[in-house]
Each structure stands twice: as C-alpha cells, then as structure tokens.
T-cell receptor, first 108, second 117 residues
C-alpha cells in the first residue's frame, strides 16, 4: 500500500465545473504539498499546508490532520487547468512521499 | 520567490554515452538538493539526496556508479547518467530547499526528459 493515495486517478470535466481531487496518507507528516505537473513535465508547487485551508485564485486546498486527508478544489475549471496534480507529504524523517497523481482534462 | 532551474529540459543520447543534468538554485544557497525519477504514469521516486561538499546519499536500489551526483557548490548539483541504456530513459527532476525557509518547503526544477536510443 502506498503511503499516499490519490483519487481519482483520471478526471475529465467540462469547462466551468467545480473539481475536487482527494489525497489520503498513512504516515505522520510535517506538511503536505499539492503539485501541478504540465504535459511537458515541469512541476510547480501550488500549495504547502500543514493545517486548515489555503486559497490562491481559483484553487483551494484543505487538510484535516486528524483524518489524514487533504483535498484540492478548482472552481470554474478551465482547459488550461489540464495537468497532473500530485499530492506530496513531507515526513519528519526529512523525506517526501508522493501520490501517483490525478490526471485532469478540462474540455472546452 | 525562490527558483530552481534544471537543464537541459530534453536530451536524446546514444546507448553507452553519458549525460549530465544540471540543477541550479537561482536565488538561494541550497545545501541539500534531491534527485527524483519518474516513469510514465507513476509517482516521483527519490533517487538520491545531494549534499554540498560531501557524498550523496542514494536510495536503495539506485546504482551510485551509474548515477553520479556532484554537489560542488551551494547553487549547483549535477546528475550524470553514465553508460546510458534505453531503460534509463525517464523523466528526472531535482528539487532543493532554501535553508532560510521552513524545512518542509521544496522547490522543483522543470525536469529533464532523457531518451536513450
């Protein structure tokens, strides 16, 4: 079993839809990252959070430490949001554990 | 904000040759950098931790003689894939931490797609 599980693995949405990607983890963490990987491969860190909720533009990330669960929400989705979204947790042993990613396609 | 730059973004090489990938921290000094490998539709996997001025720490199963890591300065780490084989074709990504920021935050390079023919 992976330390970090994401769902769904693949997601197709119509432009404008509200999108949720979920991440569950089984290890103790210091922080959780949501990463965005575009088709070319480059990775951008969208959020780093250790509690509560963060918002950046149309993106919202939440984390529940007790339940070991985080969600990434995209409001008013747009085709340019199409990418792979990766959940990464940072363990106190100074190691990252990565989910396998959610491939999002937003159709115009 | 802090930026990590990785070069080249794509490289094609012949079997048996060596390829060097560079990872630079552009506006901070990174005492530690990390090298990851990603196979298609799979998660990032840590290959090694690069420490400035000392030997890299390799993860189990990663051949240190094949994947040479040099962290000669506080802003540059290099990964050299030696005697490349087609099975080394993959996506390689580096990340680094700014010691001025929380230890939990990491910045990622753009990645290098290596194709060995």
């Amino acid at each position: 079993k992976n330390e970090v599980e994401q769902s769904p693995q693949n997601l197709t949405a119509q432009e404008g839809e509200f999108i949720t990607i979920n991440c569950s983890y089984s290890v103790g963490i210091s922080a959780l990252h949501w990463l965005q990987q575009h088709p070319g491969g480059g990775i951008v860190s969208l959020f780093m959070l250790s509690s509560g909720k963060k918002k950046h533009g149309r993106l919202i990330a939440t984390i529940n430490i007790q339940e070991k669960h985080s969600s990434l929400h995209i409001t008013a989705s747009h085709p340019r949001d199409s990418a792979v979204y990766i959940c990464a947790v940072y363990h106190p042993n100074n190691q990252f554990y990565f989910g396998t990613g959610t491939s999002l396609t937003v159709i115009p | 904000g802090a930026v990590v730059s990785q070069h080249p973004s794509r490289v094609i090489c012949k079997s048996g040759t060596s390829v060097k990938i560079e990872c630079r921290s552009l506006d901070f000094q990174a005492t530690t950098m990390f090298w990851y490998r990603q196979f298609p539709k799979q998660s990032l996997m840590l290959m090694a931790t690069s420490n400035e001025g000392s030997k890299a720490t390799y993860e189990q199963g990663v051949e240190k003689d094949k994947f040479l890591i040099n962290h000669a300065s506080l802003t540059l780490s290099t990964l050299t894939v030696t005697s490349a084989h087609p099975e080394d074709s993959s996506f390689y990504i580096c990340s680094a931490r700014d010691p001025r920021r929380p230890n939990t935050e990491a910045f990622f390079g753009q990645g290098t797609r290596l194709t060995v023919v």
